[in-house]
């Protein structure tokens, strides 16, 4: 079974013209998704309690393995304009395959 993990990730470009949404995944392209949470990662949290945990800046997922992988927002970054090392992950779903 492959467990995809869809994250969101706003590019430093897309800070430096004012658009904090990234893009999101069309549902048709990732037919067979468990889990689109669009724009809302607390649902989406919820939703996946037992794989995916936010603490402040760290997204941290549980991997098919039994390991973490955590994806770290530079907040400090972004609040500087330093758009070159701003970088914003939020969760936005998850996709299994058997």
């Known amino acids: 079974m492959l467990i995809t993990f869809i994250i969101a ?5 897309a800070m430096a ?3 904090t949404s990234p893009k999101q995944p069309s ?5 067979r998704a468990d889990v ?3 724009k809302d ?5 919820r939703r996946l309690a037992s794989v995916a945990k936010r603490d402040g800046n760290h997204l941290r997922l ?7 992988k955590t994806f770290t927002t530079t907040q400090a970054a972004c609040k500087a304009n330093l ?3 701003c970088l914003v992950y939020r969760l936005a779903g ?3 395959t058997p």
Request: include cysteine.
């Open 9 to 13: 990730l706003t590019s430093s470009a």
């Open 17 to 19: 013209q004012g658009n």
């Open 27 to 31: 549902p048709t392209s990732s037919p």
């Open 36 to 38: 689109l949470c669009d």
């Open 41 to 45: 990662e607390a649902r989406c949290l």
């Open 62 to 68: 549980k991997l098919a393995n039994g390991q973490t």
């Open 83 to 85: 758009y070159e090392k």
């Open 94 to 96: 998850i996709t299994v």
